[in-house]
């Protein structure tokens, strides 16, 4: 026979081009050195035989040798028998490499069921992966003897995850057609991460490390895949952040179970995937798979990780899993610090997490986070409930803690944050923050589009401030400037607004960068400022400096830029200008201390310091009727030459500068007490910054020798505490050279 076609049954491929000895010898037939294919697998060496052609139940013997790709050989095992006798495994395999099969048949040509098989299967160098996002087996090298109704042996080696992987059969009762394996070996913690990053698009490939052992069981049971598998995890590493980091030598005692079975409603497989370790972490997943349907397999999962090992949260999460219609993760850790999180995220942002949300258009993700001390930056939240939604449009959710409570969204299509707190207490944060210079700048990374930022609190409270606080803010992307389109801090008797920019020149990092070798790598924010109160001494209370002033109402505005965030607000790092504008204010009658710097103004100080007698002005504290001036901010000094205090019982005037950070002072200081109204009314001039103090003291009242004898000048020098005060005498009307000189060098 020459290139026959030969189908002897309905549930099995075609044999084609067939090459073949027949022979008929009266009611027995023989089929001799038969070549051909069977799909695309190459058959050779068959021989058969039919004993009795004519009995009422014809067998037909057939054995021989297939040989061809592992692919070729699955379809052949997909389009007849061999995929049920295989207990489905091959229904979605596939791989690469080459098979040979020696194969027997007895083949029941009337019913067709009642036939059996027997044969080897070999391996050479064969890729294996069973099935969509499985464990992919390489290099695989060994045999398989088996029969249509048991495995009687497996000697299988190959490697899996980089790692070197043993298969053999186990005994068991040949009459519960079980089929029992053993499996063993070890993984390489690199391609674990690599295979994990494939199925899930999370880039773990460069943060798991080391090997480690495990040993498994196998069980083959009508159409079913149960396999048990133990490790403990010991020297593998893990740099992932708390609570998911690992050292090699840590013992992480892991128990798991896959299970795949046929899919009851639909055609197709189901699976599940159980793993547990005994610090408190479990994952749940599962799948479903319709073979009918060209899409992926749908899937979900719960990740459970609890420090408490609490069986009740255990129990509740597991119930709710079968119902649930999204992924979910619960974390309860007494300290979680999301510091190493945020900079993961963004480390991973630029490998690739494009894929990330992809996982979301089938199956949402509830993100639930239970923490006592959650650590963000320097601040630290206590008992924290976080409750979120994770979409493929976004997410949103609502928090609480003993500091904050608040509800947020993001929405990924315009890219913005809105967050509303019904209170926010600053107090309670147990902040820990360094020194600028020390500290790292909350910085910005250039790759990565941050989202605009709306956030409204109701109850804002910082020391004893108290109010309403409203930001606006737009991160310009191509630009990689934010926005700050508008800051507003209120209550009811004081408001500030402010508006800027916070621009970065960037580095590596999402969100800190390192400042210690000099200012490449820093941000630099820039404010435009108006402060108005109808008192500034509640304002100053509000912050702990209390009892300095009474009254005091009026405007402080200026423009401030510092190197690092809006967050990096401090004296040491300040630069500016500050125009001051107080009205009907009085300074009271106390030590320096904590009001050293108010000291400065009030002068109560001077009469102990100087045997002049301002008693009469200065003993009871100094009121104003006004109070104004323009200080420039330097990095912890400020100057100005204008600064003036307009009061009742005198007009002081002063220039020079003040270190803020040593406390000390350089200030020259004009005094005029007041003697009548038209002197009040000069010093209502005298406070238009305009007007140069030095010439307008020579016109106005030095040629006048009364105002000349009652004006004293001095200069202060020194600390704060005990500063050095020094009365400067009159030079003669022609040759003036203290206040007119505007100098305090000397």
């Not at 040979?100 to 160098?125: A, M, P, R, V, Y």
């Not at 928090?399 to 315009?414: L, P």
């Not at 999402?510 to 400042?515: E, P, R």
Request: aromatic share 12%; proline share 3%; no cysteine.
């Amino acid at each position: 026979v020459k290139n026959l076609d030969l189908m002897f049954s309905s549930k099995w491929p075609t044999a084609k081009k067939i090459d073949a000895e027949l022979e008929f010898n009266n009611k027995n037939f023989k089929l001799k050195n038969a070549t051909g294919f069977l799909d695309n697998t190459l058959l050779k060496n068959v021989s058969g035989e039919i004993k009795n052609i004519f009995s009422t139940k014809p067998r037909l013997l057939l054995s021989g040798d297939i040989k061809g790709s592992l692919n070729s050989f699955i379809q052949v095992s997909n389009n007849s028998p061999v995929k049920k006798w295989l207990w489905n495994i091959t229904e979605s395999a596939r791989g690469e490499g080459l098979l040979d099969l020696d194969l027997s048949l007895n083949l029941d040509l009337k019913n067709i069921k009642k036939s059996k098989s027997s044969g080897t299967l070999f391996f050479s160098e064969t890729d294996v992966l069973l099935s969509e996002d499985f464990l992919p087996i390489n290099n695989l090298f060994g045999e398989i003897i088996f029969s249509n109704k048991y495995i009687t042996n497996v000697d299988l080696k190959g490697k899996l995850l980089g790692g070197d992987l043993i298969i053999k059969n186990l005994p068991g009762d040949k009459n519960s057609r079980k089929v029992l394996l053993s499996a063993g070996g070890y993984v390489e913690g690199s391609e674990l991460g690599k295979w994990i990053n494939k199925v899930s698009k999370i880039p773990f490939s460069d943060l798991i490390n080391g090997k480690t052992g495990y040993t498994s069981n196998i069980m083959l049971h009508k159409k079913s895949i149960e396999i048990s598998f133990d490790s403990n995890l010991q020297g593998i590493s893990s740099n992932l952040p708390p609570p998911l980091n690992k050292k090699n030598d840590d013992v992480w005692n892991l128990q798991g179970v896959f299970s795949q079975f046929p899919n009851i409603k639909k055609s197709g497989w189901h699976r599940t995937w159980e793993f547990g370790t005994d610090n408190g972490m479990f994952l749940l997943i599962d799948q479903k798979k319709d073979s009918k349907s060209d899409e992926k397999a749908n899937s979900k999962f719960t990740l459970i990780i609890d420090e408490k090992k609490s069986k009740q949260t255990l129990a509740k999460n597991l119930a709710e899993f079968s119902r649930q219609p999204y992924n979910k993760i619960s974390i309860h850790k007494k300290e979680f610090d999301t510091d190493n999180w945020i900079s993961f995220f963004s480390n991973s942002a630029k490998k690739s997490f494009n894929g990330l949300f992809d996982n979301f258009e089938s199956n949402n993700l509830k993100f639930d986070l239970f923490s006592d001390e959650f650590k963000i930056h320097d601040y630290v939240f206590s008992q924290l409930n976080v409750r979120t939604m994770i979409t493929l449009n976004g997410w949103s959710g609502l928090f609480n803690s003993n500091e904050s409570t608040g509800v947020f969204n993001w929405i990924r299509e315009i890219n913005k944050l809105s967050l509303h707190l019904s209170h926010f207490y600053t107090e309670g944060l147990n902040q820990k923050r360094k020194d600028v210079n020390e500290k790292e700048y909350i910085s910005l990374n250039q790759n990565f589009n941050l989202p605009s930022v709306s956030l409204f609190i109701d109850d804002f409270k910082n020391s004893n401030f108290r109010g309403k606080f409203a930001i606006e803010a737009n991160y310009l992307y191509p630009k990689k400037v934010w926005d700050l389109e508008r800051i507003e801090i209120f209550s009811p008797t004081t408001r500030l607004e402010a508006s800027g920019f916070w621009s970065k020149e960037y580095k590596n990092n999402f969100f800190y960068s390192d400042s210690k070798n000099g200012n490449s790598n820093q941000s630099l924010t820039e404010v435009d400022f108006r402060l108005e109160t109808e008192n500034g001494a509640n304002l100053l209370k509000s912050f702990g400096y209390s009892g300095l002033l009474s009254g005091s109402g009026g405007i402080v505005s200026g423009q401030l830029n510092w190197h690092g965030s809006p967050l990096d607000f401090t004296i040491k790092n300040i630069t500016g200008d500050v125009s001051l504008d107080i009205q009907k204010g009085k300074f009271l009658k106390v030590e320096p201390g904590l009001a050293r710097l108010i000291g400065v103004l009030n002068l109560q100080s001077l009469p102990r310091r100087i045997k002049l007698d301002f008693q009469d002005i200065f003993s009871e504290g100094f009121s104003f009727d006004k109070l104004r001036g323009d200080v420039t901010l330097d990095k912890g000094l400020a100057k100005s030459e204008n600064l003036r205090v307009i009061g009742t019982q005198a007009s002081v005037f002063l220039e020079g500068s003040v270190e803020l950070l040593d406390q000390t002072q350089n200030m020259r200081v004009l005094v005029l007490p007041e003697i009548n109204a038209g002197l009040a009314s000069l010093g209502y001039v005298l406070v238009n910054p305009a007007v140069g103090l030095g010439s307008f003291l020579a016109q106005y009242i030095l040629r006048d020798p009364l105002r000349k004898i009652l004006a004293y000048e001095y200069r202060l020098k020194g600390s704060w505490d005990e500063p050095l005060v020094e009365q400067i005498k009159q030079r003669s009307q022609y040759n003036e050279s203290s206040i007119y000189t505007n100098t305090t060098e000397n």
